[in-house]
């Protein structure tokens, strides 16, 4: 079978990574090494951009973030992940079959997706704040603490949190402020515990932060009076970025630290996973006080869950396909499902190897075995050929019927199951099936009839996915054994009686990131859209000798 992709999508991936910092480069590398198909789309607006280093990050403290990213973004591609510089406007769907849309027109299809779209710090409504912050401005002690250590730093209180970071960080520096700005008068017992610890109170509203050359300088207070501090410390109000993912259903949750609310998150459960079914968060959008290493962490873990969910589908999947090729009732019953499930399963185009193939062929009699939604028997038919289409599927059928009517042209359907059908006393022209996949017991049988069926001087022409994919990491259900390479189907043929033309492995760019197609009793014309793999297909071309005169027969 073709690659499977819904119509009119640009490109489909098993995950999609919303958001490109430390979460979701770890998440995207993990899923690179675990052999899947996944992007991640980031708009380079890093949280901690401000900053000139990161820390605790073991083994990489004091790294520059823009750097970490650097690196990340390079061992994500190295594994094959795709890296998309854009702004996701909306994503929606459902488990199994996401849409990602970008500022930038791009469509991606996702079977899961991973959100790690981090958090905006809301700052205090004070001059000076926002231009110092990261650098001079901070709220962190653990990420800032040791770079102003010994320093006059001063603490704005803005809500019951600021005392608790009043005393966070005079673990740093003995001579620390806090400014009561908006919080009025303390409760007794907290005063006392700030002058036990020697953090002086500072009466008044902050009006502004005094800089110079970029540096703060001082705290000047609504009296005009100016503190001198070299850093400073905020208690910003931290909001999810989540408004991408309401199209989803996810909507941020208040996030608490005892009776304090800090700001909002996206609530997810012991997995990583959001309340909806195929959606995974990790980082600060999840995790409030992650930092990059943690945040990290929590992308590698939510990655592994995804793959575990990947696998479990997987096998589901190719459960169902060995049960299709072996049990002739639910075979076709999963088939027609397959259809309707969707109105339609496959691009309508025809396929690359015929197209190739048979543009130089003289039209004549075509069969077209496992024709599915009739891409390739529509094809043959406007070139000429008189075409019967074979599949196991009605509703694919009467889909095909539909397509040639809509192109002006005839087209013989016939409802049969290739598995165990005779061609009887009829012979075509041209014999092809594109991407018809069955199990080794059964596949030489079904190959051998499907070449007898073939007229003298006639062509038989077979493409399937190239047993090599499989190995190779690009997503089919089943096993290797499951497919065959060109020499594998020319070996079927007697070499008295046939030709063979081309038996190879063609690689070609897939249309899309192909996971499905593979041990079906079915075929399809018509693949699939956009994408980036690279994947190989088996293909079988080989003529049917005519027979030897004999002397006796001459006249």
Not at 119 to 126: G, K, M, S, V, Y
């Amino acid at each position: 079978m073709g690659g499977c992709t819904v119509q009119g999508m640009d490109e489909t991936y098993d995950v999609v990574v919303i958001g490109g910092g430390a979460a979701g480069l770890s998440g995207a590398l993990a899923l690179g090494r675990a052999r899947r198909s996944v992007a991640v789309v980031d708009e380079g607006t890093p949280r901690n951009a401000p900053a000139h280093a990161m820390h605790n990050y073991l083994g990489r403290d004091g790294t520059p973030p823009a750097d970490l990213l650097a690196a990340g973004r390079a061992e994500v591609a190295g594994y094959g992940g795709v890296l998309v510089s854009d702004t996701v406007t909306e994503a929606g769907g459902e488990v199994g079959a996401f849409t990602v849309r970008t500022a930038g027109g791009r469509t991606l299809q996702a079977r899961r997706l991973l959100v790690t779209t981090g958090l905006t710090d809301e700052l205090p409504d004070i001059p000076g704040v926002r231009e110092l912050w990261g650098t001079d401005v901070l709220h962190c002690p653990y990420c800032h603490g040791w770079e102003v250590r010994d320093q006059a730093i001063g603490v704005v209180a803005t809500g019951p949190l600021s005392l608790h970071q009043a005393q966070l960080w005079r673990q740093w520096s003995a001579d620390v402020v806090l400014f009561q700005h908006t919080v009025g008068e303390l409760p007794a017992e907290a005063a006392e515990a700030l002058a036990a610890r020697g953090v002086r109170v500072v009466p008044g509203e902050v009006a502004g932060l005094e800089s110079d050359g970029g540096r703060l300088t001082g705290v000047r207070l609504a009296s005009g009076e100016v503190v001198p501090r070299a850093a400073v410390v905020v208690a910003p109000r931290f909001t999810a970025r989540s408004a991408v993912l309401a199209g989803l259903g996810i909507e941020a949750a208040p996030f608490a630290m005892g009776e304090v609310v800090m700001g909002s998150h996206v609530p997810v459960d012991a997995r990583g996973a959001t309340s909806v079914p195929g959606v995974w968060a990790a980082g600060n959008v999840a995790d409030l006080g992650a930092q990059v290493i943690s945040s990290a962490a929590q992308g590698l873990w939510a990655a592994g869950q995804i793959n575990a969910d990947l696998v479990a589908e997987d096998t589901r999947f190719a459960v169902e396909v060995l049960r299709a090729q072996t049990d002739p009732e639910f075979g076709e019953q999963w088939w027609e499902d397959r259809y309707r499930s969707t109105d339609r399963a496959w691009s309508g185009r025809v396929n690359d190897v015929l197209a190739t193939e048979a543009a130089d062929l003289p039209p004549g009699r075509a069969l077209d075995a496992g024709a599915g939604e009739g891409g390739d028997a529509v094809w043959l038919a406007r070139r000429g050929w008189a075409v019967t289409a074979l599949d196991l599927s009605r509703v694919a059928l009467d889909r095909a019927a539909a397509a040639a009517a809509a192109a002006g042209v005839p087209l013989d359907t016939r409802k049969t199951d290739i598995s165990s059908w005779e061609p009887g006393e009829e012979r075509w022209d041209l014999v092809t099936a594109s991407f018809l996949h069955f199990l080794p017991a059964t596949r030489d049988d079904v190959l051998r009839r499907l070449a007898s069926a073939v007229a003298p001087g006639g062509t038989l022409l077979v493409t399937m996915h190239d047993g090599s994919d499989v190995s190779h990491g690009v997503q089919r259900p089943g096993l290797p054994e499951w497919y065959a390479t060109g020499e594998q189907l020319a070996a079927v043929l007697d070499g008295e009686e046939w030709e063979v033309e081309v038996a190879e492995t063609r690689p070609r760019a897939a249309r899309s990131h192909e996971r499905g197609g593979g041990g079906h009793a079915h075929g399809e014309g018509g693949q699939g859209h956009g994408g980036h793999a690279h994947v190989a297909d088996a293909v079988l071309r080989a003529r049917r000798r005519q027979p030897a005169v004999s002397p006796s027969s001459r006249g």
